[in-house]
């Protein structure tokens, strides 16, 4: 039960896109097509905002997308605003019935 | 709206136990499989465990199995999570999280958390 890989951090300026990378194994992300996508703010529960690879739940902006290749999952912020700076976590539903999470990425918006 | 309220976190020496609750309300809670998740401080996130709608199905990580257990009243729309033999590591934030069902494996609503201290 191997935690995914996520960069520690990431940044882009106001307007900017960003994307932040999520690897797994054959055994996760790269066997099934449910990775989701958690934003949380300091002293916040997590919020959903992207799942099964690429939908977005009712009352998520389309500035956030994602995708997945292979073993690697993305997470792309586009048009980059202050509010997005937060944490990110990716997600994965695994063989042997459980979920593993990736170890989060802090983005900052310059 | 989907509410989730978890209770029941506090102080225990390592070695004790603890009993957290979530009471559901919004929702269908019988319908819905539902999520433990565990934040240690300043660190990410942690899936803790899963149990079914029934409860007749429960899946765990392996760094809890054995001394946690989750379970549910339907009747009363609560989610509990028994903490057994605890250690300094269980120490963090435990949300409850439905599942979003549709067999779209995620999480799709959280509490805002129960915190709980393993210290002696």
């Known amino acids: 039960q191997s935690a995914l890989t996520q960069p520690p951090s990431a940044s882009g300026s106001p307007g900017q896109s960003v994307t932040i990378s999520c690897t797994g194994t054959?055994?996760?992300?790269?066997?099934?097509?449910?990775v989701s996508w958690y934003q949380q703010h300091p002293g916040k529960a997590p919020k959903l905002i992207i799942y099964e690879v690429i939908k977005r739940p009712s009352g998520i902006p389309d500035r956030f997308s994602g995708s997945k290749s292979g073993y690697t999952a993305s997470l792309t912020v586009s048009g980059l605003q202050a509010e997005d700076e937060a944490d990110y976590y990716c997600?994965?539903?695994?063989?042997?019935?459980?979920?593993?999470f990736g170890g989060g990425t802090k983005l900052t918006v310059l | 709206q989907v509410q989730l309220v978890e209770s029941g976190g506090g102080v225990v020496q390592p070695g004790g136990s603890l009993r957290l609750s979530c009471a559901a309300s919004g929702f269908t809670f019988k319908n819905f499989n539902m999520h433990w998740v565990r934040q240690a401080p300043g660190k990410g996130l942690e899936w803790v465990t899963f149990i079914s709608y029934n409860g007749n199905s429960k899946f765990y990580a392996d760094s809890v199995k054995g001394r946690f257990t989750a379970s549910r009243d339907n009747s009363r729309n609560t989610l509990h999570l028994q903490l057994n033999s605890l250690r300094a590591e269980d120490t963090g934030i435990y949300y409850c999280?439905?599942?979003?069902?549709?067999?779209?494996?995620?999480?799709?609503?959280w509490g805002q958390g129960a915190l709980v201290s393993v210290s002696s």
């Open positions: 054959s055994s996760d992300v790269g066997s099934y097509n449910y």
């Open positions: 999280a439905k599942d979003s069902g549709k067999d779209q494996y995620c999480l799709d609503c």
């Open positions: 997600n994965s539903y695994a063989s042997s019935n459980i979920w593993v």
